[in-house]
């Protein structure tokens, strides 16, 4: 499970009252809100329908792909999200910051054009990940995850880059958002790559509730949570706000490997300049992904610089 992606990863912040602190503090706990009565969905996985190792997809159920407008996961060419937090690591809490940006670039994949998401996280002020990550939007509204080429590093130099992409060397592509997500439906795979072992479900957890992050205090706030085949005791929370998208990330369960806090802290949209250098470190870490992935990345098609684009 990944912060992002879902990939797809705090700074301080004044307490305007006591009951707000006991607001962020219930919210933390994933104890703030009401939650909703369970409810039939007429999106894919309906209550009466068994879980499934990985999504139908059809390349033919997309138009307008690139249009990612859901309203839990909007996805507008500029915007940048800044999370921060910590995470632990061999016992230690170690400072995290996730910066996401919405490129101008798209990407075809097995025939469906995706909206590329370039991702950088830091730990303890130093470059630990960066990523490319791809969505599209079905006609109904729900928000697929393609793939992703994420590099790791150790002292500068890239040490891992477990990559996958549907339709290649067995991946299938999985469900980052439902169009409309309700309480009751069954676990979704958010993506299926057995051979990076890239296994994370996500079910709907909880809905109606209220966060407080540095950005904004938000109301009728979405929670997912994430869990995988290889940590089947542990899940991720994800907090949602509606026309936004990820606010905030906790996490619940056994071992340490998961316990990971962000919260947005800084939400903005770039101008003409700095989208520009946004396209061209993306288009970057694509080039290096071409000369480390050649089995698997090396198989697409370059990303393209289009910040129009509406169709397939």
Not at 252 to 267: A, N, S
Request: one cysteine or more; proline letters at 6%.
């Amino acid at each position: 499970m990944k912060s992002q992606g879902p990939t797809f990863r705090r700074r301080a912040f004044a307490i305007a009252s006591p009951c707000l602190a006991l607001v962020v503090a219930l919210t933390c706990l994933g104890l703030s809100g009401g939650v909703a009565k369970a409810q039939k969905t007429d999106s894919p996985g309906k209550t009466d329908t068994p879980e499934k190792e990985f999504e139908d997809f059809d390349r033919n159920t997309f138009e307008r792909s690139t249009n990612v407008d859901n309203p839990w996961f909007p996805l507008k060419p500029g915007t940048q999200y800044v999370h921060r937090g910590s995470t632990t690591e061999r016992g230690k809490r170690i400072p995290h910051r996730l910066v996401t940006i919405v490129t101008d670039l798209t990407k075809v994949i097995d025939g469906v054009r995706t909206v590329v998401v370039w991702i950088e996280d830091y730990k303890a002020g130093k470059l630990d990940e960066a990523e490319l990550a791809f969505f599209a939007q079905d006609k109904g509204g729900n928000v697929w995850y393609l793939g992703e080429h994420p590099e790791e590093y150790m002292n500068g130099r890239v040490v891992k880059a477990p990559t996958w992409i549907h339709g290649l060397n067995e991946s299938r592509a999985g469900i980052a958002m439902y169009a409309a997500p309700r309480l009751g439906t069954p676990s979704y795979s958010q993506g299926w790559a057995p051979s990076v072992n890239w296994t994370d479900r996500a079910t709907v957890d909880q809905t109606g509730q209220k966060t407080c992050v540095p950005v904004r205090c938000y109301e009728e706030v979405l929670v997912i949570a994430e869990t995988s085949k290889a940590e089947p005791d542990a899940q991720q929370l994800k907090y949602y706000a509606r026309g936004v998208g990820k606010v905030r990330v906790g996490w619940r369960g056994e071992g340490e490997k998961l316990q990971e806090v962000l919260e947005l802290t800084e939400l903005s949209q770039l101008g003409p300049e700095a989208l520009a250098k946004a396209r061209a470190a993306a288009l970057k870490l694509e080039r290096s992904a071409y000369k480390i992935s050649k089995d698997v990345y090396g198989a697409t098609s370059p990303a393209e610089h289009m910040p129009s684009a509406q169709g397939r």
